[in-house]
């Protein structure tokens, strides 16, 4: 099989079984009481512990091999999937979130260096798309499985995910790999590093604000749904929506270069999720949560894209960069569930939406400034070193 294909196939059952098993931890973390700090506390544990370890994780793999660390890592996620089987206190997901999220900071970082990895920058942009959609049809198709899979017994999502990932496991290990064939770079001269740095830390910064938003939608909403009465069958629906609305953005993202060194689409973007956002503050009816998704979507397909984009562009082994990069989208989960939780318990059930909406503005303030000052330092030349 071609290392592409692979990839794209891994990418998504990766992350069809994270989906899976992510809305049913809530859920079943629900079943033994916990309150909206536990479900925060939960998801900052797994966070912060996928922060940390993909600043060292895209180093290990550039040093002894994508596919080594990713087969490990492999057999690691599944066994953090089968581990929620044996578990009933708060600290028991807590621990096990922790498990699973430096588990996991070993595959995302290997997978996107390698699959950058001899991929000349004129053609970056269509292989990106590629993987971006397989990954969000793993996300769009997840949560409507794992939501039913809930109703039909609590520890079936979990058994789904760990069979999933075994597979995987088995043919990281065992499956044979063709390398991509060396393309010639285009005649075209792409924009300079330094343009592409300017560019990075604006790409970060709005990847920080979309994955703080989608945090405090993952880590909190299962809750707010539920109090609201919704099954956790329509719970999935809606939380697939934010999917499909990621798989039109990466699409279009992947057919058009236009969007690329502009610092206006990734603006726009985020003004559109922080309207997505104040549509939870309000919402109380299905339809209306299912539009707010939709448009908080979009934000993760326009920024997400930028982020990976930016980080790839620069010659030389991409390892430290994506891990950089899914360092950022960690932190963003790891305060928002943090910050949303206490939100939550304090003020009111809806002002983790109001939180993450404000963040989304101030970021938009600060993106603004460094790219009218032009202070930005070329991020791409110093990851590189």
């Known amino acids: 099989m071609k290392k592409e294909s692979f990839l794209y196939v891994s990418a998504f059952l990766m992350d069809g079984s994270f989906a899976i098993v992510s809305i049913c931890v ?11 700090g536990d479900l925060g506390f939960i998801s900052a544990c797994g966070a912060l512990a996928y922060s940390v370890s993909c600043l060292f994780s895209g180093r290990v793999a550039d040093r002894i091999g994508y596919r080594r660390v990713m087969t490990v890592a492999c057999f690691l996620v599944a066994l953090a999937f089968i581990g929620y089987l044996g578990i009933d206190r708060i600290w028991h997901f807590a621990l096990l979130s922790v498990f699973m999220a430096m588990a996991i900071s070993y595959y995302w970082p ?12 004129h053609i970056l942009l269509p292989t990106l798309g590629k993987f971006n959609v397989a990954w969000a049809l793993g996300v769009f198709i997840g949560p409507m499985l794992g939501g039913h ?11 789904l995910g760990g069979v999933l990932v075994g597979l995987l496991f088995v043919g990281m290990a065992f499956l044979s790999i063709q390398e991509s064939d060396s393309v010639a770079e285009s005649d075209v001269a792409p924009p300079s590093a330094l343009q592409s740095g300017h560019f990075l830390p604006l790409a970060l910064l709005a990847n920080f604000a979309t994955f703080f938003a989608i945090g405090v939608v993952r880590a909190l909403f299962p809750k707010l749904a539920t109090d609201l009465g919704i099954a956790p069958g329509l719970l999935g629906y809606l939380l697939a929506l934010i999917a499909l609305a990621q798989l039109a953005a990466f699409f279009l993202m992947a057919r058009t270069d236009r969007w690329q060194f502009r610092v206006a689409p990734i603006v726009f973007a985020q003004l559109f999720g922080a309207v997505g956002l104040g549509l939870l503050c309000v919402g109380r009816h299905p339809i209306v949560f299912a539009c707010g998704f939709l448009l908080i979507g979009a934000l993760i397909g326009v920024t997400f894209t930028a982020s ?30 943090l910050a949303g939780g206490i939100a939550a318990e304090h003020l009111s059930p809806r002002a983790p939406y109001m939180l993450a909406g404000l963040v989304i503005v101030v970021t938009i303030g600060i993106q603004i400034f460094i790219h009218r000052s032009k202070s930005a330092r070329s991020f791409v030349s110093e990851a590189a070193d």
């Open 149 to 159: 899979l809930f109703e039909v017994h609590p520890h079936s999502g979990f058994v």
């Open 26 to 36: 809530p859920l079943y973390a629900l079943r033994f009481g916990a309150t909206y």
């Open 308 to 337: 990976i984009f930016y980080s790839l562009f620069a010659e030389g082994a991409g390892g430290r960069r994506t891990g950089i990069h899914e360092a950022i989208v960690g932190s963003g989960f790891l305060l928002a569930p």
């Open 110 to 121: 290997p997978l996107q260096a390698w699959l950058g990895r001899n991929r000349p920058r």
